[in-house]
């Protein structure tokens, strides 16, 4: 168990310009969370999968961005045409769910931070 | 829908003394109630849970909380702060029903005096 790992774990980019960002779960973990922190803020709900299937999405995520996990493991969240806005810390989170089916506790990894100049 | 609120954005403490940070909740049903920490440039690590079990929850670095439906309340306490304590703090509920992701309040930020 490595835990959840994101990359990059900083990025500078010039407003317009396109990222992406990548997370790997804990490997037998089926649901995958993205949250959005920005400073003195909690983590602010964005999107989440289980397995590859992406239940549920925030209003917070305009059409600029999407998210995805094409094999029901690693996922990637892309911004497009970045915003000021967009800046902020994006954090990743897996689960499993138990016997029950209910959601378990988060595992976070450390974040990506964004800069958007 | 489901939320918190932690009362006040920073607690200062000093050395040895109590703990409170304080977490009121809103869920229409019962909830699933989380404690997490987050040091300086770290990622969210769990310090605790509450998932309908006892009301009172002991997790890690002695902290504890207690689920007080009458109040909607679930308190963070630690009997002895210790300098290590430092960090920004993180209460989130979630339905029981599991399928609905955790909402966390804005935090709160300890410091610890010497």
């Known amino acids: 168990d490595t835990g959840v790992s994101q990359d990059p774990r900083h990025k500078i980019t010039k407003r317009g310009q396109n990222v992406t960002f990548r997370c790997d779960p804990i490997?037998?973990?089926?649901?995958l969370y993205w949250y959005r922190q920005t400073l003195g803020q909690g983590p602010e709900f964005l999107t989440y999968?289980?397995?590859?299937?992406?239940?549920?999405k925030s209003r917070l995520l305009s059409d600029r961005f999407s998210a995805e996990r094409p094999k029901g493991s690693f996922s990637t969240l892309e911004i497009q045409r970045t915003e000021q806005g967009d800046s902020a810390m994006y954090l990743c989170?897996?689960?499993?769910?138990?016997?029950?089916?209910?959601?378990?506790?988060?595992?976070f990894g450390e974040g990506s931070r964004l800069t958007v100049l | 829908a489901q939320s918190v609120t932690q009362l006040g954005s920073h607690v200062s403490v000093s050395e040895g003394a109590l703990v409170l940070l304080r977490c009121n909740y809103s869920?229409?049903?019962?909830?699933?109630l989380f404690w997490y920490v987050q040091y300086p440039n770290q990622g969210l690590q769990l310090l605790l849970k509450?998932?309908?079990?006892?009301?009172l929850v002991k997790g890690i670095n002695g902290f504890e909380a207690e689920f007080k439906k009458s109040e909607t309340s679930f308190h963070l306490t630690k009997p002895s702060a210790h300098m290590s304590d430092a960090a920004e703090y993180f209460c989130?509920?979630?339905?029981?029903?599991?399928?609905?992701?955790?909402?966390f309040g804005k935090g709160t930020r300890l410091s610890v005096i010497a």
């Open positions: 989170a897996s689960s499993s769910l138990t016997d029950r089916g209910q959601g378990g506790e988060l595992f």
């Open positions: 490997s037998e973990h089926n649901r």
């Open positions: 999968f289980q397995n590859e299937a992406q239940l549920e």
């Open positions: 869920s229409s049903v019962p909830p699933y």
């Open positions: 509450y998932t309908s079990a006892a009301t």
């Open positions: 989130a509920v979630s339905l029981t029903s599991g399928n609905t992701p955790l909402v």
